[in-house]
């Protein structure tokens, strides 16, 4: 979530605009979890691929946009680490772009239920975040079947307008 934030703020302060592009590369392409099925040498918009994170949970499309705007990937993880920093989530270490569980011998994303709604509450003031996250349901290709919202609760219960869920094994579907 933390990266859409990010994202949505740098739209905001005119750092790229929603027709960036986005290369894929190898290492997006062989994301694992959720996907849109990216392949190394495509090229989408940033809003698009925005919109894959936020209603998807693409990992592919977060690790090819961190990638873009950040450069690398340590290049996106110490600017997300110092963002929640001054957002005061003090007990938060983001470690991956995407939370999937880490490789044998590295280390977990770190944070907390504080830290979490401070994340939250940053996130529902922002309007990009809030139209991107209520989506329900989007076509990321022309031709394919639209991809309902990871959030069941966007259909489920009247008033809901968006935020990312996540599942870890350790946490399950939060």
Same mark, same amino acid.
Request: hydrophobic share 40%; proline share 4%.
């Given at each position: 979530?933390?990266?859409?934030?990010?994202?949505?703020?740098?739209?905001? #302060?005119?750092?790229?605009?929603?027709?960036?592009?986005?290369?894929?590369?190898?290492?997006?392409?062989?994301?694992? +979890?959720?996907?849109?099925?990216?392949?190394?040498?495509?090229?989408?918009?940033?809003?698009?691929?925005?919109?894959? $994170?936020?209603? #998807?949970? &693409?990992?592919?499309?977060?690790?090819?946009?961190?990638?873009?705007?950040?450069?690398?990937?340590?290049?996106?993880?110490?600017?997300?680490?110092?963002? %929640?920093?001054?957002? +005061?989530?003090?007990?938060?270490?983001?470690?991956?772009?995407? +939370?999937?569980?880490?490789?044998?011998?590295?280390?977990?994303?770190?944070?907390?239920?504080?830290?979490? &709604?401070?994340? #939250?509450?940053?996130?529902?003031?922002?309007?990009? $975040?809030?139209?991107?996250?209520?989506?329900?349901?989007? $076509?990321?290709?022309?031709?394919?079947?639209?991809?309902?919202?990871?959030?069941?609760?966007?259909?489920?219960?009247?008033?809901?307008?968006?935020?990312?869920?996540?599942?870890?094994?350790? %946490?399950?579907?939060?």
């Amino acid at each position: 979530m933390i990266l859409t934030l990010m994202v949505a703020e740098g739209l905001e #302060a005119g750092l790229w605009t929603p027709e960036t592009p986005v290369p894929v590369s190898n290492g997006a392409q062989s994301m694992g +979890g959720t996907q849109v099925d990216l392949k190394a040498g495509e090229i989408h918009t940033l809003g698009a691929m925005m919109q894959a $994170v936020c209603v #998807a949970s &693409a990992n592919d499309a977060a690790y090819a946009v961190a990638e873009t705007l950040w450069g690398s990937e340590s290049g996106y993880l110490k600017a997300a680490n110092v963002r %929640a920093k001054d957002l +005061g989530m003090l007990d938060t270490t983001v470690r991956s772009v995407h +939370g999937l569980p880490p490789s044998a011998g590295e280390l977990p994303d770190q944070t907390t239920a504080r830290d979490m &709604a401070i994340l #939250a509450c940053a996130c529902v003031k922002n309007t990009l $975040v809030m139209g991107w996250t209520g989506q329900h349901e989007l $076509v990321f290709r022309e031709g394919e079947a639209a991809k309902q919202n990871t959030n069941k609760l966007l259909l489920r219960l009247p008033g809901c307008d968006g935020l990312k869920t996540g599942y870890t094994r350790a %946490a399950g579907f939060c």
